[in-house]
């Protein structure tokens, strides 16, 4: 990784940590899609122990522990940590650690991240989906819910970033870069045939793609 693309991810977890207080207002903007997109993930094969990367404020961790037999959440911001532990059942266990170098000490029958695969640059994808498949058992699946291309239009992207990032207002008037990126549902799919993984990757409405995915068999 570039000292350019490591700056930007210092960044991105920077202007996280700043949001946590005001992030739930995102899902105020989600509707009328949010209840699509819980219908969705009530229904995803996450029961079992499973593994929530990228928790943020815990509201679809809450959600995941009404039916998991145990739930581990992780995130990098200790501030939006802190306003999901106030929401989750105290059975959750929390981790605060860096994505990109956490490593699993046990394994899951689930993994689930939300909102977080457009967060991580094109460099790291391939070590990002080897550590999902490192997480879960022989049987296991992932399962992610995200923006597509068509969000892309209501970004302000930055076009000398060292990886693909936007440029985000803050309702405290700060400003941070985040990566991300704008694939589709047929883009994701193929990208993940390529490293070994079984997907089947769709479009929910014109904003969104969701998709369950098997890691290589081993």
């Known amino acids: 990784m570039s000292d ?3 700056r930007l991810l210092r960044d991105q977890v920077a202007h996280y940590r700043a949001w946590a207080p005001d992030y739930e207002a995102v899902y105020r903007e989600l509707d009328p899609d949010l209840p699509a997109l819980e219908r969705l993930m009530d229904d995803a094969p996450l029961d079992g122990d499973v593994l929530e990367l990228a928790c943020g404020t815990g509201r679809w961790t809450e959600r995941l522990a009404r039916r998991a037999r ?4 992780v995130d990098a911001a200790p501030e939006m940590l802190a306003i999901a532990r106030e929401r989750a059942p105290a059975t959750v266990a929390f981790v605060h650690a860096d994505l990109f170098a956490w ?3 046990r394994s899951y029958d689930a993994v689930v991240f939300c909102f977080w695969l457009t967060h991580v ?3 790291r994808l391939a070590a990002f989906w080897a550590l999902v498949g490192d ?4 049987g296991g699946t992932a399962v992610f819910l995200d923006t597509g291309p068509a969000e892309q239009a209501l970004e302000e992207v930055l076009e000398d970033a060292p990886a693909p990032a936007a440029r985000r207002v803050r309702v405290d008037g700060g400003a941070g870069r985040v ?3 704008f694939a589709s549902a047929a883009d994701v799919e193929a990208a993940l045939a390529g490293m070994g993984w079984r997907a089947r990757v769709r479009p929910v409405g014109e904003r969104f793609i969701f998709g369950p995915a098997e890691p290589p068999r081993r």
């Open 103 to 105: 490593r699993p000490e």
């Open 4 to 6: 350019s693309e490591a």
């Open 135 to 138: 997480c879960l058992r022989p």
């Open 121 to 123: 640059p094109p460099s």
């Open 179 to 181: 990566v991300k990126t």
């Open 70 to 73: 145990t739930l581990t959440a």
